[in-house]
């Protein structure tokens, strides 16, 4: 007996070293609260079964010891991640962490990867999609798909919905304000009664080449749009999505060279431009009778900020007009819309904290009081961030540059978690989490679906490793429900808030990557970032294809697991998602073809960048009320970041081998900077 007890033994020992073994590598069901991401980006190749099982062993042990890194506090779990423009880390040869010289992994590893828990896909699949250049065949074939989305969104809308603001996709209908229920504020915050998913598509129009539908629509804001309207919008939404299309197809029509096609309007007289101005003229009041310069949230197009006004408003909202009030001053040479914006910016800056530099996500505009301690990347901070940079690229003032460095460099210092570098070390891939602004205490174990901008932004500074590092991860999560919901729990490993409104903030990272990442490929590399962002917004265009497509448009995914719908097509679906995912496969666009010509608001609004936005008629105005001297009040201004070319001394056989991306070693973006700045 003892002997059959030995040997049921070995075989329980066995059954249990195999089911770590199926565990460890992210084959099986969940392990519970502080299991690591399954989403990895950090399992390793493993070359014999004598490693694997030392590899599984240790992981194993890992996993029942310890939480994710990402819990942990700046430092706790390893070295803090240096600021951009740190000195490039030293080469190391493949060693027993990375990958088999090959670089291929095991089918079974790529099986885990593609498609989350898909049994039976298995290397073959991944290989055959994911390997070699990207076919010019299949690009045009995805081109042509991105033109005929964005068409048939566009033509419903015109059919069935304008001059209402919205398209009901579904029941193929229009939807404006709701006035029944003054507040519902996801949709009155939006919808103003300006035929606004008209007014958002313009320069989408112009960038995809239909000039006859351009000048069309055109003809028809100035004919049919009016603001004199009884409606209480959010300045900052009526600010990137109508005052910025203004701008933009006011700028394309009026552009000497023409570059999408002739786009010109016969006996156009500004009118666009205008109209921009009255809408402006109309959000002014938000701006009035605050005691911080910070404006009010909402105000009333015809009698301007309601008597019940919230007196609480997000940093995003407040401080992200800068790009469009500015281009509307500088266009006019008139400084009262761009000094009012930069004055906000400059309060809100003046209220960061003095410990992190970090801002909160909710601010009381009379008492200057945080009332959103939360700091993060994303809803109520996400915009702030990058119009700092986005300022500085199209006015070129060094102040608007040195805010963004500080923000970026505590950004880095108490954001980021996870292992140093993306593509080596211990602990998990990196991550940016939710602090409290004033200790940079973790509040939560969320993201939310707009900090997949973030990658983007940071390709617009060079830094473009951890750009796709994170990109990677928001991609990730993509592949796994055929969409980003709305708010992600990272520690639970699946969704918070289950929707998904057509956003693209995903789409505009990919797009970016591909556009601004200058790649010199190794000899060992099988694939390059050009391809694999070509694949990954494939990938992307497909699911809303297969998941979000209606009757007679695009529709809100209301849960993303069992892909139920919501009545409802926002306007930047047309104005962003569309656009970027067609200029992904578009490589002859004259915004390709432009150098560093254009840049895209927030809105996705192509503005192009020129000396005639460098002249600053508000300088004097903010001097004269004493503006530049309040920056220095509560905090002492930080020294320039350099933003200068990252150089990545990684290789390929160093990357992360679930994307196997060939790393850009430089970064044109800053470059380009510099000689927008020359212009001058």
């Known amino acids: 007996m003892q002997w059959k007890s030995l040997v049921l033994g070995l075989l329980l020992l066995r059954l249990g070293l195999h089911g770590a073994l199926w565990l460890a590598f992210g084959l099986g069901p969940s392990l519970g609260f502080y299991q690591r991401f399954p989403i990895s980006f950090g399992f390793q190749c493993l070359r014999g079964s004598a490693d694997a099982e030392a590899a599984a062993a240790e992981a194993e042990a890992a996993a029942s010891s310890a939480q994710p890194s990402w819990l942990e506090a700046p430092g706790v779990g390893g070295p803090r991640r240096a600021p951009a423009g740190r000195q490039p880390r030293p080469q190391r040869g493949p060693g027993p962490r990375g990958p088999p010289a090959s670089g291929v992994c095991p089918k079974s590893y790529w099986a885990s990867l593609l498609g989350g828990r898909a049994r039976g896909a298995g290397g073959d699949e991944y290989e055959r999609r994911y390997s070699g250049a990207f076919p010019p065949q299949l690009r045009a074939q995805m081109r042509d798909l991105a033109r005929g989305m964005f068409a048939f969104g566009y033509d419903n809308y015109m059919a069935h919905a304008f001059p209402e603001d919205e398209l009901n996709p579904i029941h193929c209908r229009g939807r404006g304000p709701d006035r029944g229920d003054p507040s519902n504020l996801n949709i009155n915050d939006v919808l103003g009664n300006y035929s606004l998913t008209l007014v958002d598509a313009l320069d989408t129009l112009a960038i995809m080449g239909n000039s006859s539908e ?105 401080g992200s007009l800068l790009v469009e009030f500015g281009i509307l001053s500088r266009l006019l040479g008139d400084s009262t819309f761009e000094w009012v914006a930069r004055r906000a910016v400059k309060a809100l800056w003046n209220l960061r904290s003095n410990d992190t530099g970090l801002l909160g996500n909710v601010v009381n505009i009379q008492t200057g009081h945080w009332v959103g301690k939360q700091s993060g990347l994303g809803a109520g901070l996400d915009s702030f961030y990058e119009y700092l940079l986005k300022s500085y690229i199209l006015f070129g003032e060094d102040d608007d540059l040195e805010m963004f460095n500080a923000a970026y460099r505590s950004i880095q210092s108490y954001l980021r978690r996870g292992r140093e570098a993306c593509n080596e070390g211990e602990g998990d891939p990196p991550l940016y989490v939710n602090v409290n602004m004033f200790s940079g205490q973790l509040m939560n174990t969320w993201i939310d679906s707009l900090q997949a901008f973030f990658p983007g932004l940071q390709v617009l500074i060079g830094d473009v490793e951890d750009a796709i590092c994170l990109h990677a991860f928001y991609y990730a999560i993509w592949k796994r429900y055929g969409a980003l919901p709305e708010r992600y729990n990272w520690q639970l490993q699946a969704p918070d808030v289950l929707f998904y409104p057509l956003r693209p903030e995903l789409v505009e990272s990919t797009y970016l990557l591909y556009q601004r990442a200058e790649v010199k490929i190794p000899a060992s590399c099988a694939e390059t970032i050009e391809s694999l962002n070509k694949r990954d917004g494939m990938d992307i265009l497909q699911s809303l294809e297969k998941y979000t497509k209606v009757k007679c448009g695009y529709a809100t995914l209301h849960h993303v697991i069992d892909k139920s719908k919501e009545d409802r097509m926002e306007s930047f679906f047309l104005s962003e998602t569309c656009k970027y995912l067609y200029l992904l496969f578009d490589e002859e666009n004259p915004v390709h073809q432009s150098g560093n010509r254009y840049m895209f608001t927030t809105e996705g609004h192509i503005v192009s960048v020129d000396k005639h936005l460098r002249n600053a008629p508000w300088k004097k105005s903010f001097s004269e009320e004493g503006g530049e001297h309040q920056e220095e009040k509560h905090v002492p201004r930080p020294k320039p970041l350099d933003l200068k070319v990252i150089n990545s001394s990684l290789n390929c056989n160093r990357i992360p081998d679930e994307r196997r991306y060939s790393l850009p070693l430089k970064s044109v973006y800053m470059r380009q900077i510099d000689q927008m700045v020359g212009l001058i």
């Open 214 to 318: 351009f000048q069309k629509a055109v003809k028809l804001v100035i004919n049919t749009v009016s603001f004199d309207k009884d409606s209480t919008v959010q300045v900052f939404e009526a600010t990137i999505r109508v005052l910025g299309s203004l701008l933009s197809a006011h700028r394309i029509i009026t552009d000497s060279k023409q570059p999408f096609g002739n786009m010109t309007i016969k006996d156009y007289d500004n009118e666009l431009l205008h109209m921009a101005r009255d809408l402006a003229l109309r959000l002014l009041p938000a701006f009035e009778n605050t005691k911080t310069g910070i404006p009010y949230p909402r105000v009333n197009l015809k009698s301007g900020v309601p008597p019940d006004s919230n007196n609480e408003t997000c940093t995003a909202g407040a």
